[in-house]
T-cell receptor
Framework: GIQVEQSPPDLILQEGANSTLRCNFSDSVNNLQWFHQNPWGQLINLFYIPSGTKQNGRLSATTVATERYSLLYISSSQTTDSGVYFCAVEVDSGYALNFGKGTSLLVTP | DGGITQSPKYLFRKEGQNVTLSCEQN?????MYWYRQDPGQGLRLIYY???????QKGDIAEGYSVSREKKESFPLTVTSAQKNPTAFYLC???????????FGSGTQLSVL
């Protein structure tokens, strides 16, 4: 099956810093999504981004499908950004998302 | 408010017992999913359903069963055949298969 690799696995930032999270995948994909899981376990969909660039406030994402990677940018980080960020991809239409192991982010005051 | 409701939040299973996790959505979504999350790991797909009365096995279906009798409901049964059931279980739904996914708040299952 498809391999989804996220880096770095862990990241500690001071409040106000910027960061870039990376997702590499081993095959062509129809669908790519980024999620944030808060410390209480709730997963929130950040972006549906099979290709191109999207922005939502301090977060933006870029997927370069031809080179099989996606990047999630977090600017001016806040303590509420802490949690785990997951990248998930779909290979075959009508199947389901395959998740990476996530990047665990801690933002300190 | 529209959303996905999972219950219970915490569940304990005795050895040899079957337990059922509830998942209800009022988003009018066709597709529903069950994922398992172990500590420090990503999510692994157990079962998914794209339409009522139809469902498919995911990567780790052994020891689990599901039903999809109503569009809004997709319960997951963890059977006694699942020897390592302790995990965080997440239900999700989407308008069409693997379109933007929305998740419930999860059920933590532990073995007594």
């Amino acid at each position: 099956g498809i391999q989804v690799e996220q880096s770095p696995p862990d990241l500690i930032l001071q409040e106000g810093a910027n960061s870039t999270l990376r997702c590499n995948f081993s095959d062509s994909v129809n669908n790519l999504q980024w999620f944030h899981q808060n410390p209480w376990g709730q997963l929130i969909n950040l972006f549906y981004i099979p290709s191109g660039t999207k922005q939502n406030g301090r977060l933006s994402a870029t997927t370069v499908a031809t080179e099989r990677y996606s990047l999630l940018y977090i600017s001016s980080s806040q303590t509420t950004d802490s949690g785990v960020y997951f990248c998930a991809v779909e290979v075959d239409s009508g199947y389901a998302l395959n998740f990476g192991k996530g990047t665990s982010l801690l933002v300190t005051p | 408010d529209g959303g996905i409701t999972q219950s219970p939040k915490y569940l304990f299973r005795k050895e040899g017992q079957n337990v059922t996790l509830s998942c209800e959505q009022n988003l009018n979504h066709d597709a529903m999913y069950w994922y398992r999350q172990d500590p420090g790991q990503g999510l692994r797909l157990i079962y998914y359903s794209q339409i009522v009365n139809d469902f498919q096995k995911g990567d780790i279906a052994e020891g689990y069963s599901v039903s999809r009798e109503k569009k809004e409901s997709f319960p997951l049964t963890v059977t006694s055949a699942q020897k390592n059931p302790t995990a965080f279980y997440l239900c999700a739904s989407s308008n069409r298969a693997a379109e933007k996914l929305f998740f419930g708040s999860g059920t933590q299952l532990s073995v007594l």
